[in-house]
């Protein structure tokens, strides 16, 4: 039986909550967007690609039991078998085992004939295809297939995506806006640049993000005017050595903060908007690391989410858009609201805990990351052994093939993505705190850190 959540989810994507979904977590959506779009200079960086692959194991607990889910790699069937025990109902697993270690699941998906007839088959009964986000390995899977996307098209996708979109958006609908600019090309950053440098410091720094920037990757925070100037002078080479003037940043002010909010609504194609929920984004450097509910805002506070998720909502609409969005905000520390930092037109963490939150029932919750340091693997008995009993069905185990994704070097280091329930924040953050001890006899140090 599907959750309502699930239903819900399925009825805006497609009409119908009882529509089967074929499910593609691709993790890796956002680096695909910024193809054409070039940002700050930079090395070349690679989030690992085994631990990005593994995370598509979180679609376990948002597909239902009529639903698909396409991995590289097989679950565990220790940690299959702990998820039923909970009462969760699973998807059918469709592995995706042609192509190369390290291409996405989609690309791998294409080159695995197998698979290819299994879904074309699906097709031929109604089903849809369900990526975490749409990027052209996703278009090409469901031209092959037939299967039908639920989601809307990649130039579409790709525009709302963009943190300059954002910014745009926030002032053509009236907004609170992060001071800030839109730069897309080298010359107007170089004269920006010029002008905000001088009155840079590290009390009153200026953040440069770019536009298609993922987890703290091309954000520069500019402390002073030497640092100013030398990002300037790397802008300004990197268009002569390329030939190219394009660059598409933001320059925001940066403000002091209270807490990250990060809220999820979605869209139907008629143009219906719901607001799913509101959370509390734990960040480190930039990088996401998990979320806390309820978000921790008075009446007014939520009304200003309310009003900005309905104004998104419609202007994504009347852009081409519909289906899940998350939107990172803003509380500062005198309590001012940024309704809109930047949209993430793409399913995120906190949509594949929807099931979990109702199956288990809980008025908190707390989404945590835990890092263990490894000198080899460890099989799923010795994870789930390693927490106290007491917190099971308190504390669910949301991902367990990220903890050895990278064992083919060692000492190495793993992910157990988990969710605390409780009946407050102060509940689920001694859980997560409680967990976090007891997995020290495994690895030393994990989450918070």
């Known amino acids: 039986m599907s959750t309502r959540y699930l239903q819900a989810l399925k009825r805006g994507l497609t009409g119908d909550p009882g529509t089967p979904l074929v499910f593609v977590c691709n993790f890796e959506v956002e680096q695909h967007w910024s193809a054409g779009f070039p940002g700050l200079p930079a090395p070349a960086f690679s989030t690992t690609a085994a631990l990005v692959t593994r995370m598509e194991e979180l679609g376990t607990l948002l597909a239902g039991p009529g639903d698909y889910l396409i991995l590289q790699h097989p679950l565990d069937p220790s940690y299959v078998d702990y998820l039923r025990s909970l009462g969760f109902g699973l998807p059918t697993v469709l592995l995706a085992d042609g192509g190369s270690q390290g291409e996405p699941t989609a690309a791998r998906a294409l080159a695995s004939p197998g698979l290819l007839a299994v879904l074309g088959d699906l097709a031929k009964a109604g089903a849809r295809l369900a990526p975490m986000g749409v990027s052209a390995w996703e ?24 943190k300059i979109y954002s910014r745009r958006l926030v002032a053509a609908n009236g907004l609170r806006e992060v001071p800030g600019w839109c730069c897309e090309t080298a010359s107007e950053f170089v004269t920006l640049m010029a002008e905000l440098g001088p009155r840079c410091t590290p009390e009153s720094p200026v953040v440069v993000k770019d536009a298609y920037g993922v987890s703290g990757k091309g954000l520069v925070v500019v402390t002073d005017p030497r640092k100013a100037e030398r990002l300037a002078r790397q802008v300004r080479r990197q268009a002569e050595r390329k030939d190219d003037d394009r660059l598409h940043v933001v320059v925001e002010r940066w403000l002091p903060k209270r807490a990250d ?29 998990g979320h ?50 930047e949209i993430n037109a793409r399913f995120n963490m906190s949509t594949y805990q929807g099931g979990v939150l109702e199956t288990r029932g809980a008025a908190a919750s707390l989404a945590g990351r835990h890092v263990l340091r490894l000198n080899a693997p460890l099989a799923f008995e010795d994870v789930h052994a390693a927490l106290p009993a007491s917190l099971d069905g308190e504390l669910v185990i949301t991902c367990f093939g990220t903890v050895n994704a990278m064992a083919g070097a060692t000492p190495f280091e793993g992910r157990l993505f988990t969710l605390a329930l409780g009946p407050d924040r102060a509940a689920v953050t001694a859980l997560t705190q409680a967990a976090g001890k007891a997995l020290e006899g495994l690895a030393e140090g994990a989450f918070p850190r």
């Open 139 to 162: 278009s090409r899977l469901a031209e092959v297939t037939g299967l039908r996307l639920a989601a809307p098209e990649l130039d579409v996708v790709t525009r709302v995506n963009s």
């Open 292 to 341: 806390i509910s309820p978000a921790a805002l008075d009446a007014r506070q939520l009304t200003e989410i309310e009003h900005a998720a309905a104004a998104v909502g419609r202007a994504l609409h009347a852009d081409g858009f519909w289906g899940v969005a998350g939107v990172d905000a803003l509380v500062t520390t005198d309590g001012v609201v940024y309704p809109v930092l």
């Open 261 to 289: 909010l990060n809220y999820q609504l979605t869209v139907d194609p008629a143009g219906a908007i719901r607001l799913d929920f509101v959370k509390e984004a734990l960040t480190s450097g930039g990088v996401h690391i």
